[in-house]
């Protein structure tokens, strides 16, 4: 009987310890994949990505990283090149105040377009929104994840 | 002949699932493999308690859990997708705990007709956690965009508040709360799947309103707030709280839903203000409420002093308060806690309000943080899938996702620990309960999806959108 009590004891026990166990693993799993996440290099503001572009440059798909201030335009100078014949030299800039983004254009000829909306001096932009530029479209994402 | 000849005489696989390439899950088959083991032993543990010898409690119950989550472990594996590895086994190992609870509870609590034969509390609950396995499986394999859910938010929130005006006029009192609404032969809890919507509504609107609301052009004393038409809905959401507590006398999901609201709005914003304003608008719609409704003050009163009437008002309290102190630090062991005494249950809601009262007395406190501990994990990972998606709309919906199983986890917990009063809302992967169950494993199934690192992009602007644009385009 007294046998019979400890083995009893014994699995509670290890009911518990097993609980436990499955805890620490998953833990382990997420401290892994937390310190994967802090390693990754130049953990940017987020990035532009192109998603229509008729002239082909920038071309399509490409991904720019963000500063925190990133002019765009036809011009050479300019961060992000626009080669696009309803691009101004100097079209629009992209700038990160306190914690969110903001698109300005820069009296450029044909405008600035957040979702399609004409922007009239400066335009707050957050994540997923999609900012044209003469027929050229770039989407605002997130810094990629890992 | 075309089709012998060739040599790639591939089986064309249906193209709604996308391309199909069998991807290892080793985290999950490692964790799922400890949650099964853990399992199996509590099943001994819960036979010995209950029979005195080392036989397993009703292992074909078990069997059936285990082995759907071996086949969700496998769709998952087969269908390839680059989601979330923990989320599977954390919800099989909560599920499995409630099913050798309700396993081990009187049968008779709840019982359902199946043709013929008549199946008790540990069987329906187990069909419940089955086709919660499955339907968290399907979704985390299905669901590719989200357009559906962002598109159509304004929607969902009528379809929530439809279903929430339906159940105000249509539900049936059950102890003296309107939450059940009964379609035919279902019956439902609507404020369950309600809170989904509020979720996914909130990801919406907080998402395309972001930047709005972080503007602050109105000052009110010390406070700088967003332009008042953006404060609209959180007036709205005030009133359907209050609105909820009044006619459906139902706290916990008033609670529930405020508590996520603010959370999620503080999330998108940043802003203390807009969460201190809406606390303050809480508490004192709650103090309001406590003097103004007998049955809010009731609960009130029964938490800071459930002693004052222990057969009465404060009986499920003060019992759920034994129940944590006889378990002590290791519990009396599975089954051999008391179900009964006088040939009644000690506390008569514990499989719906009290389970972690049960599990508490014969897990104890060690078992108890372990369960906590559980849906800490959840939460993690909900927000760990947030920080990491690639828009507002996804980083919110699966902040608010995580939290809503999170903060319905504290309440309930809080409520039967006598920290907060007590609510009756069900513990997540827990209670019995078919709604509440299925409900969960839609989130849990959501949060597969948006963990997928391969997800499609969200859609571009719609056609009308695109139409104006070049219009405008032209003019100038």
């Given at each position: 009987m007294d046998g019979l009590l400890l083995v009893v004891w014994v699995i509670r026990l290890a009911f518990l310890a097993l609980l436990y166990l499955f805890l620490a693993r998953v833990v382990r799993s997420l401290l892994r994949d937390l310190r994967a996440a802090a390693r990754e290099?130049?953990?940017?503001l987020g990035r532009l990505v192109v998603i229509e572009s008729p002239a082909g440059d920038p071309e399509l798909g490409r991904s720019f990283d963000l500063d925190v201030i990133t002019t765009l335009g036809r011009d050479v100078n300019n961060a992000i090149v626009v080669e696009d014949p309803f691009a101004s030299a100097e079209h629009a800039v992209l700038t990160y105040r306190g914690r969110s983004w903001y698109v300005e254009d820069l009296g450029s000829t044909n405008g600035t377009f957040v979702n399609g909306r004409a922007v009239a001096a400066v335009a707050p932009l957050g994540f997923g929104d999609e900012v044209a530029i003469g027929q050229v479209r770039l989407r605002l994402e997130r810094a990629r994840p890992t | 002949m075309t089709g012998a000849s060739r040599p790639a005489a591939r089986v064309e696989l249906p193209r709604i699932l996308g391309q199909i390439r069998p991807r290892p899950r080793w985290t999950e088959l490692r964790l799922l493999t400890i949650a099964a083991v853990a399992l199996v032993v509590g099943s001994l543990s819960l036979g010995a308690g209950l029979t005195g010898r080392l036989t397993l409690h009703a292992p074909q119950g078990l069997t059936i859990d285990l082995a759907a989550l071996g086949v969700a472990h496998l769709a998952q594996v087969l269908a390839g997708?680059?989601?979330?590895?923990?989320l599977l086994p954390v919800m099989g190992l909560l599920g499995g705990i409630s099913l050798l609870l309700m396993q081990r509870l009187p049968q008779e609590l709840v019982t359902m007709e199946l043709g013929e034969t008549t199946v008790g509390l540990g069987d329906v609950q187990l069909l419940w956690l089955v086709l919660a396995v499955g339907v968290a499986t399907t979704l985390g394999i299905v669901v590719r965009s989200d357009s559906w859910l962002r598109r159509y938010k304004y929607t969902w929130a009528a379809a929530g508040i439809a279903l929430l005006l339906l159940t105000f006029v249509f539900g049936s009192d059950v102890a003296g709360q309107r939450l059940t609404l009964r379609i035919g032969p279902f019956a439902g809890q609507p404020s369950e799947l309600l809170k989904v919507i509020l979720v996914v509504f909130l990801a919406g609107y907080l998402s395309e309103n972001r930047p709005l609301l972080i503007e602050q052009d109105t000052r009110l004393g010390p406070l700088r707030l967003p332009?008042?038409?953006?404060l609209a809905p959180m007036v709205a959401m005030w009133a359907i709280a209050l609105g909820i507590v009044v006619v459906q006398r139902d706290l916990g999901a008033a609670l529930l839903f405020f508590a996520v609201f603010l959370a999620l709005v503080y999330a998108a914003t940043g802003r203390l203000s807009l969460v201190v304003i809406g606390s303050i608008l809480f508490f004192a719609g709650s103090a309001l409420m406590a003097n103004l409704f007998d049955h809010v003050r009731a609960r009130v009163d029964i938490w800071l002093d459930p002693f004052a009437d222990p057969l009465g008002t404060g009986y499920q309290v003060v019992q759920s308060l034994h129940a944590f102190a006889r378990g002590g630090l290791l519990g009396t062991g599975l089954g051999e806690g008391l179900p009964m005494v006088g040939g009644r249950l000690p506390i008569p809601e514990v499989h719906t309000d009290f389970p972690l009262a049960a599990l508490g007395e014969e897990l104890g406190l060690v078992g108890v943080i372990a369960i906590l501990g559980l849906f800490f994990v959840l939460i993690e990972r909900g927000l760990r899938i947030g920080a990491s998606a690639a828009d507002d709309f996804r980083a919110i919906l699966a902040t608010g996702l995580a939290l809503v199983v999170g903060v319905q986890a504290f309440i309930i917990a809080a409520g039967n620990l006598k920290v907060l009063p007590l609510t009756g809302v069900t513990l997540p992967f827990v209670s019995y309960g078919g709604s509440s169950l299925l409900v969960n494993a839609i989130v849990v199934g959501l949060l597969l999806a948006l963990s997928d690192k391969g997800v499609e992009p969200p859609p571009p602007p719609t056609g009308v959108r695109r139409w104006r644009d070049r219009l405008r385009r032209r003019a100038s």
């Open positions: 290099p130049g953990a940017s | 997708r680059r989601s979330d590895e923990v332009p008042l038409p953006y």
